[in-house]
């Protein structure tokens, strides 16, 4: 609601305050400041123009204009009679709408409340008016740019006036362009593009359609303003780091290069309260917001910041991280903040969510504690978004050096604050906008940069895309140790994107000579006749393992839209092909007319001082005209999408040969993937369509089904891959049965071919999910670095001992938190409180957990329990109800003797014990645990209290079900 500044004036006030302090006085100008009948009267441009002083929140106090006003009792002569629901004064239009009903004022709301319709002052009552109601209708006009001549808009008080003018310029990879130099009324009211970026908040966690913000947005949206469009591209779990750039950490398809590239006229931003857990400081959040509101001002876009919300379930430390970064968001942007904290917050617990806005996890605000946060939204968006009176027009004026300007064109409609432009050329453009106000002055904008288009389109833009990872099967190729090594990328992935996976020649060889991988598939599974081959060898004349160029010391974390399988492993060349001119990258069956962009993305760990750079060049060009990327990254360090070799626009071939080496004078360069982008048509190839499918089942029935003119008579189905060896029945037929599954990904593939005719090979994934029997699960694995991803289950990696660790789960919202390391309760042995190897496996996925789950550990040395020594915490739990927790302890004998145990507690209780030498098949299973009033579960990982058990306490993998 707007709030009208009154003022209390003691004349007394001023000599006493002066009196009493060294602070120069008051000064009173005459004509500027006059105390007339103890009241304080301003006198300035203003003297004849009705209005009011207007507080529009952190001390800035502005004079708004008063408007239109009609005031009526239904069934007046000229005005709606009782029963009418409609009102409509031409005066009304275009402008910010405040009615009072009955001496209350009414708020915007379908059911009990007004709709407005703003493009043509049309008012919209309900109730319908009843007899006697008494209405009063005011207009508010923007703020009048001849006031104080400095300009019209919303109210930012830091930049010393209303008028705020923000020029920003995108190109939309037409010829054309827009540019941006404000925003008005028409910005919320007409045909409004909203891009909503966030977390759980705003995603909707634990509440359905119509209490969800995205539901009161859209619905708003739809009730206030005409032929809107609403994006929400919130994740539960997202921090301020998740909404960057890519290149920043950011995750391509819910941050703001995707916001941005959706062309919206204003983005809201509500991340409430999980950068404290994900390890974020204020400082470094508000580093991140700033850097978003940056981008969104290089092309114009105002971005709105939600403030952080109360967490229950929080420390005090946690709670007041949150407070401090609701106070740094309201300071820097206080007129674009939306208040989220204050409203909701337990006066008796700081930083608390007050019960009767909580839900039950003590994370989430129910649907009163929403509707709080839409009302302040959309009070802030219409306070915002005022029209601009006062102003001629505006003059665009453009230039190529900053220097030298010229008119680029005009604009007499001073409410006309975007347009689209023709672009006459690639060159950087920059531009500035000149508004003319009423009284004959000017006001200058900064300058805008309009870029060269890119020749690059967006991930989303390609008509179609070839992901290709190189590198290790992770079943018979092998490490420097000649063990077992290679990780390939799932397919598809968690972003729904199918891959490559690319071994070289197949086996246990690697990329030996002439490795090749052919019939390549887009991201959408779609068969292609492409095909990639090196011609030569990497290695060159180096090595005599049995796997050839295959490097294992890549990234575990991912990068952009890239898995951190894809980043693992990676293909290396050495030097000695130098001499031989390279190898040769050969791909085929590109088709002419099409436009292909070519991205090779290499990186191997290593903090040694030798350089690993790659050189790539098409072939006939020279070595001089080469590109080049540096492939090693410090062990510290995180992967860099953009750090790769681009060919971009290649077109004109149907078959290219790219030319690489190792450049410098390093010995190793590294290629971990090979990514191909198509603008242009996908040939309708005959194939054999098989569908990717899920189960919680050990049997299901895959189907083969022929397209485009394929004709296949005999079949043959094989198993490519999975966590055990499944069974096949009637393998010659179209639908197979397949039975053996186990929890994991499996790869089946099926060649089908008719006498004389060609053959035609496709091939499927089939997830199998562990069955929870509909019960609310969390199933966590537990190791030192990432491993292969299984269906249902969240790898949980680090080094316990060392670092702190906290992850939620997107399901079910839970968070499980190491409490590392400070207090110091776990203890590691030789450096090492982690593994990814040292659980026993079955070789087959028959053990109680996945081989994978078995693998994988973390462990505490000799540290023994005592009281409050927990060193686990499961939050988020709904505490009416109970939990049944599972325990899975697992050492193989290997390196290890027996004794070798699983020793845990819950919320301090008695000791669980569990034999883990070599276990593959015990459980511990511990059932009725209630959390406590915050929704906590308290664990401990401990050595044994006895030593007949051993001196180490394991912990593989932990379920946690709701009963």
Same mark, same amino acid.
Do not use: C
């Given at each position: 609601?707007?709030?009208?500044?009154?003022?209390?004036?003691?004349?007394?006030?001023?000599?006493?305050?002066?009196?009493?302090?060294?602070?120069?006085?008051?000064?009173?100008?005459?004509?500027?400041?006059?105390?007339?009948?103890a009241e304080l009267v301003l006198r300035n441009r203003t003297r004849e123009v009705p209005g009011y002083l207007y507080n529009s929140g952190n001390g800035a106090?502005?004079?708004?204009?008063?408007?239109?006003?009609?005031?009526?009792?239904?069934?007046?002569?000229?005005?709606?009679?009782?029963?009418?629901?409609?009102?409509?004064?031409?005066?009304?239009?275009?402008?910010?709408?405040?009615?009072?009903?009955?001496?209350?004022?009414?708020?915007?709301?379908?059911?009990?409340?007004?709709?407005?319709?703003?493009?043509?002052?049309?008012?919209?009552?309900?109730?319908?008016?009843?007899?006697?109601?008494?209405?009063?209708?005011?207009?508010?006009?923007?703020?009048?740019?001849?006031?104080?001549?400095?300009?019209?808009?919303?109210?930012?008080?830091?930049?010393?006036?209303?008028?705020?003018?923000?020029?920003?310029?995108?190109?939309?990879?037409?010829?054309?362009?827009?540019?941006?130099?404000?925003?008005?009324?028409?910005?919320?009211?007409?045909?409004?593009?909203?891009?909503?970026?966030?977390?759980?908040?705003?995603?909707?966690?634990?509440?359905?359609?119509?209490?969800?913000?995205?539901?009161?947005?859209?619905?708003?949206?739809?009730?206030?303003?005409?032929?809107?469009?609403?994006?929400?591209?919130?994740?539960?779990?997202?921090?301020?780091?998740?909404?960057?750039?890519?290149?920043?950490?950011?995750?391509?398809?819910?941050?703001?290069?995707?916001?941005?590239?959706?062309?919206?006229?204003?983005?809201?931003?509500?991340?409430?309260?999980?950068?404290?857990?994900?390890?974020?400081?204020?400082?470094?959040?508000?580093?991140?917001?700033?850097?978003?509101?940056?981008?969104?001002?290089?092309?114009?876009?105002?971005?709105?910041?939600?403030?952080?919300?109360?967490?229950?379930?929080?420390?005090?430390?946690?709670?007041?991280?949150?407070?401090?970064?609701?106070?740094?968001?309201?300071?820097?942007?206080?007129?674009?903040?939306?208040?989220?904290?204050?409203?909701?917050?337990?006066?008796?617990?700081?930083?608390?969510?007050?019960?009767?806005?909580?839900?039950?996890?003590?994370?989430?605000l129910n649907a009163a504690g929403n509707q709080l946060i839409a009302d302040n939204l959309f009070d802030k968006w219409m306070r915002y978004f005022q029209p601009i009176t006062s102003v001629k027009g505006y003059y665009i004026d453009s230039s190529l050096n900053q220097a030298d300007w010229?008119?680029?064109?005009?604009?007499?409609?001073?409410?006309?604050?975007?347009?689209?432009?023709?672009?006459?050329?690639?060159?950087?453009?920059?531009?500035?906008?000149?508004?003319?106000?009423?009284?004959?002055?000017?006001?200058?904008?900064?300058?805008?940069?309009?870029?060269?288009?890119?020749?690059?389109?967006?991930?989303?833009?390609?008509?179609?895309?070839?992901?290709?990872?190189?590198?290790?099967?992770?079943?018979?190729?092998?490490?420097?140790?000649?063990?077992?090594?290679?990780?390939?990328?799932?397919?598809?992935?968690?972003?729904?994107?199918?891959?490559?996976?690319?071994?070289?020649?197949?086996?246990?060889?690697?990329?030996?000579?002439?490795?090749?991988?052919?019939?390549?598939?887009?991201?959408?599974?779609?068969?292609?006749?492409?095909?990639?081959?090196?011609?030569?060898?990497?290695?060159?004349?180096?090595?005599?393992?049995?796997?050839?160029?295959?490097?294992?010391?890549?990234?575990?974390?991912?990068?952009?839209?890239?898995?951190?399988?894809?980043?693992?492993?990676?293909?290396?060349?050495?030097?000695?092909?130098?001499?031989?001119?390279?190898?040769?990258?050969?791909?085929?069956?590109?088709?002419?007319?099409?436009?292909?962009?070519?991205?090779?993305?290499?990186?191997?760990?290593?903090?040694?001082?030798?350089?690993?750079?790659?050189?790539?060049?098409?072939?006939?060009?020279?070595?001089?005209?080469?590109?080049?990327?540096?492939?090693?990254?410090?062990?510290?360090?995180?992967?860099?999408?953009?750090?790769?070799?681009?060919?971009?626009?290649?077109?004109?071939?149907?078959?290219?040969?790219?030319?690489?080496?190792?450049?410098?004078?390093?010995?190793?360069?590294?290629?971990?993937?090979?990514?191909?982008?198509?603008?242009?048509?996908?040939?309708?190839?005959?194939?054999?369509?098989?569908?990717?499918?899920?189960?919680?089942?050990?049997?299901? =029935?895959? +189907?083969?089904?022929?397209?485009? #003119?394929? $004709?296949? @008579?005999?079949? *043959?189905?094989? /198993? %490519?891959?999975?966590?055990?060896?499944?069974?096949?029945?009637?393998?010659?037929?179209?639908?197979?049965?397949?039975?053996?599954?186990?929890?994991?990904?499996?790869?089946? =593939?099926? +060649?089908?071919?008719?006498?004389? #005719?060609? $053959?035609? @090979?496709?091939? *499927?994934?089939? /997830? %199998?999910?562990?069955?929870?029997?509909?019960?609310?699960?969390?199933?966590?694995?537990?190791?030192?670095?990432?491993?292969?991803?299984?269906?249902?289950?969240?790898?949980?990696?680090?080094?316990?001992?060392?670092?702190?660790?906290?992850?939620?789960?997107?399901?079910?919202?839970?968070?499980?938190?190491?409490?590392?390391?400070?207090?110091?309760?776990?203890?590691?042995?030789?450096?090492?409180?982690?593994?990814?190897?040292?659980?026993?496996?079955?070789?087959?996925?028959?053990?109680?957990?996945?081989?994978?789950?078995?693998?994988?550990?973390?462990?505490?040395?000799?540290?023994?329990?005592?009281?409050?020594?927990?060193?686990?915490?499961?939050?988020?739990?709904?505490?009416?109800?109970?939990?049944?927790?599972?325990?899975?302890?697992?050492?193989?004998?290997?390196?290890?003797?027996?004794?070798?145990?699983?020793?845990?507690?819950?919320?301090?209780?008695?000791?669980?014990?569990?034999?883990?030498?070599?276990?593959?098949?015990?459980?511990?299973?511990?059932?009725?645990?209630?959390?406590?009033?915050?929704?906590?579960?308290?664990?401990?990982?401990?050595?044994?209290?006895?030593?007949?058990?051993?001196?180490?306490?394991?912990?593989?993998?932990?379920?946690?079900?709701?009963?």
């Amino acid at each position: 609601m707007r709030r009208l500044l009154n003022f209390l004036f003691v004349p007394l006030l001023i000599s006493n305050a002066y009196a009493q302090t060294h602070t120069p006085p008051l000064k009173i100008e005459p004509d500027t400041v006059k105390i007339v009948n103890a009241e304080l009267v301003l006198r300035n441009r203003t003297r004849e123009v009705p209005g009011y002083l207007y507080n529009s929140g952190n001390g800035a106090t502005v004079f708004q204009k008063l408007g239109k006003i009609v005031e009526f009792t239904a069934g007046a002569a000229g005005y709606p009679a009782a029963g009418d629901s409609v009102f409509q004064h031409t005066e009304l239009a275009r402008h910010a709408i405040k009615v009072i009903r009955n001496g209350l004022l009414q708020y915007h709301d379908n059911s009990n409340g007004i709709a407005v319709d703003a493009p043509t002052g049309k008012i919209l009552f309900r109730p319908a008016l009843q007899v006697d109601d008494h209405i009063f209708i005011e207009a508010i006009y923007g703020l009048d740019l001849s006031i104080n001549g400095t300009g019209g808009g919303p109210v930012i008080p830091d930049a010393g006036g209303p008028l705020k003018l923000n020029p920003g310029a995108s190109d939309n990879g037409n010829n054309t362009f827009t540019l941006r130099w404000a925003t008005n009324a028409k910005t919320l009211y007409l045909s409004p593009k909203v891009v909503g970026l966030g977390s759980s908040t705003l995603a909707g966690t634990g509440l359905s359609a119509p209490n969800r913000l995205g539901d009161k947005i859209s619905n708003w949206l739809t009730t206030n303003t005409a032929s809107h469009t609403w994006i929400n591209l919130a994740v539960p779990g997202y921090s301020s780091r998740d909404i960057l750039p890519v290149a920043n950490g950011g995750v391509m398809g819910q941050n703001i290069e995707t916001a941005l590239q959706f062309k919206p006229d204003f983005i809201y931003v509500s991340l409430p309260s999980n950068d404290p857990s994900a390890g974020i400081s204020v400082a470094q959040s508000m580093v991140n917001l700033r850097k978003v509101d940056t981008l969104g001002m290089k092309e114009g876009v105002t971005v709105f910041f939600q403030t952080t919300q109360p967490r229950t379930n929080y420390t005090l430390a946690q709670r007041q991280m949150l407070k401090l970064l609701a106070d740094s968001i309201r300071k820097a942007w206080p007129d674009r903040y939306v208040e989220a904290f204050s409203d909701v917050e337990d006066p008796y617990n700081e930083g608390a969510i007050a019960p009767a806005f909580s839900q039950s996890d003590n994370i989430h605000l129910n649907a009163a504690g929403n509707q709080l946060i839409a009302d302040n939204l959309f009070d802030k968006w219409m306070r915002y978004f005022q029209p601009i009176t006062s102003v001629k027009g505006y003059y665009i004026d453009s230039s190529l050096n900053q220097a030298d300007w010229t008119q680029y064109a005009q604009q007499s409609d001073a409410n006309v604050v975007k347009a689209i432009y023709n672009r006459y050329n690639n060159d950087p453009l920059y531009f500035r906008v000149r508004a003319e106000l009423r009284d004959g002055s000017f006001t200058t904008s900064p300058i805008a940069r309009l870029d060269p288009p890119s020749d690059i389109p967006g991930v989303n833009d390609f008509t179609y895309r070839l992901l290709t990872d190189l590198g290790g099967d992770g079943q018979t190729t092998l490490n420097g140790s000649n063990a077992v090594d290679g990780r390939p990328t799932p397919s598809p992935d968690l972003w729904g994107k199918y891959w490559n996976n690319w071994f070289g020649v197949g086996g246990v060889a690697g990329f030996a000579e002439n490795a090749k991988i052919a019939d390549m598939r887009t991201t959408t599974n779609e068969a292609t006749h492409m095909s990639l081959q090196f011609l030569g060898t990497p290695t060159g004349s180096f090595g005599t393992s049995a796997t050839k160029a295959i490097n294992y010391n890549g990234f575990t974390v991912p990068s952009g839209d890239y898995p951190s399988q894809a980043l693992y492993d990676n293909v290396f060349l050495h030097s000695s092909l130098t001499a031989g001119d390279g190898i040769v990258l050969r791909i085929k069956g590109l088709v002419p007319t099409n436009r292909y962009y070519i991205k090779i993305w290499g990186a191997r760990l290593d903090d040694g001082t030798a350089s690993r750079t790659l050189q790539a060049k098409i072939e006939g060009e020279t070595w001089e005209v080469a590109k080049s990327v540096e492939t090693k990254y410090a062990n510290s360090a995180t992967p860099d999408y953009e750090r790769a070799i681009r060919f971009n626009n290649i077109t004109g071939y149907d078959s290219l040969d790219i030319r690489m080496k190792v450049g410098g004078t390093g010995t190793f360069a590294h290629i971990s993937l090979i990514d191909i982008g198509v603008m242009g048509n996908l040939p309708a190839i005959p194939q054999i369509k098989l569908r990717d499918t899920s189960t919680t089942l050990s049997t299901m =029935q895959l +189907t083969a089904l022929p397209i485009n #003119g394929a $004709t296949v @008579t005999d079949y *043959a189905w094989t /198993q %490519v891959s999975g966590p055990s060896t499944a069974t096949i029945a009637n393998p010659t037929a179209a639908s197979p049965s397949i039975t053996g599954l186990t929890n994991g990904y499996y790869v089946f =593939q099926v +060649t089908g071919s008719s006498s004389g #005719g060609p $053959t035609y @090979t496709s091939r *499927a994934t089939v /997830q %199998v999910f562990p069955d929870n029997g509909g019960l609310k699960t969390w199933r966590m694995h537990f190791s030192k670095t990432a491993l292969a991803p299984i269906p249902g289950w969240t790898n949980i990696f680090g080094s316990p001992h060392a670092e702190p660790i906290t992850v939620t789960d997107p399901a079910t919202n839970w968070t499980i938190d190491n409490l590392s390391p400070t207090p110091a309760y776990w203890a590691p042995y030789a450096s090492n409180s982690a593994s990814n190897i040292d659980g026993t496996t079955t070789g087959n996925n028959s053990g109680i957990i996945p081989d994978i789950a078995l693998q994988g550990l973390w462990f505490n040395y000799s540290l023994k329990y005592s009281a409050g020594m927990d060193n686990f915490v499961i939050s988020g739990l709904n505490p009416s109800k109970t939990y049944r927790l599972k325990f899975y302890a697992s050492r193989n004998s290997t390196s290890a003797a027996a004794p070798r145990s699983g020793a845990w507690r819950v919320n301090g209780g008695a000791e669980y014990l569990q034999n883990a030498y070599n276990n593959t098949s015990l459980e511990t299973v511990v059932a009725a645990i209630s959390p406590d009033s915050n929704g906590n579960i308290r664990l401990s990982v401990h050595a044994p209290t006895s030593n007949t058990n051993g001196a180490f306490g394991y912990l593989n993998a932990l379920v946690i079900q709701e009963e």
